[in-house]
Antibody
Framework: EVQLLDSGGLSVQPGGSLRLSCTVS????????MSWVRQAPGKGLEWVSS????????HYEDSVKGRFTISRDDPRGKAYLQMNSLRVEDTAIYYC??????????WGQGTLVTVSS | DIVMTQTPLSAPVTLGQSASISCRSS???????????LSWIHQRPGQPPRLLIY???RRVSGVPDRFSGSGAGTDFTLKISRVELEDVGIYYC?????????FGQGTRVEIK
């Protein structure tokens, strides 16, 4: 069974950077496409980014293109989301998860990113 | 982008009665491999999202059979039979047939 632990969320100023981490256990990370989804306060779920297996193709939501970079380290069982040039509107809980094309896809508990001056 | 539209946005229901949520996509969700990647997700307040159903109608292990998914192409339905208190929260449909992955707006299920 996949278990996911998101971490790295902090409060930062606009223009700042953060790197979120996702630790995967219980399965072989290399078997999965990994994704990040976020939820702004009081809002719905929004897909952010995905990365294919074996450092495969990366996909990004339009508003984060050029600012966020998704990556993975399969031997360490980790996925990452590097977030640069953060904006107030990036404030959200970020959930890492297995991509929704996988059966029984799932998400971690989430990590809170607050962008505020 | 594939737009996912849910109705209703709010579904008050009496305990023990049924609730039904509709999800319509702006284009067919049938992938070129023939699989339809439509999922239903439940989120309780302050909790992370939890997958209920994937590939239209396949229940995740541990999800009660009171939850059922149906549909094809662009029209999908989640039915909750015999609603219990633990079923309150927001339900989302989500497509993973194409990028960007997209979610419906969410339907709030509450007890009357």
């Amino acid at each position: 069974e996949v278990q996911l632990l998101d971490s790295g969320g902090l409060s930062v100023q606009p223009g700042g950077s953060l790197r979120l981490s996702c630790t995967v256990s219980g399965v072989r990370l290399s078997d999965y496409v990994m994704s990040w989804v976020r939820q702004a306060p009081g809002k719905g779920l929004e897909w952010v980014s995905s990365i294919g297996q074996s450092r495969g193709q990366e996909h990004y939501e339009d508003s984060v293109k050029g600012r966020f970079t998704i990556s993975r380290d399969d031997p360490r069982g980790k996925a990452y989301l590097q977030m640069n040039s953060l904006r107030v509107e990036d404030t959200a809980i970020y959930y890492c998860g297995t991509d929704a094309q996988h059966d029984s896809h799932t998400w971690g508990q989430g990590t809170l990113v607050t962008v505020s001056s | 982008d594939i737009v996912m539209t849910q109705t209703p946005l709010s579904a008050p229901v009496t305990l023990g009665q049924s609730a039904s949520i509709s999800c319509r996509s702006s284009q067919s969700l049938v992938h070129r491999n023939g699989i339809t990647y439509l999922s239903w997700i439940h989120q309780r307040p302050g909790q992370p999202p939890r997958l209920l159903i994937y590939k239209i109608s396949r229940r995740v292990s541990g999800v009660p059979d009171r939850f059922s998914g149906s549909g094809a192409g662009t029209d999908f339905t989640l039915k909750i039979s015999r609603v219990e208190l633990e079923d309150v929260g927001i339900y989302y449909c989500m497509q993973a047939t194409d990028f960007p992955r997209t979610f419906g707006q969410g339907t709030r299920v509450e007890i009357k």
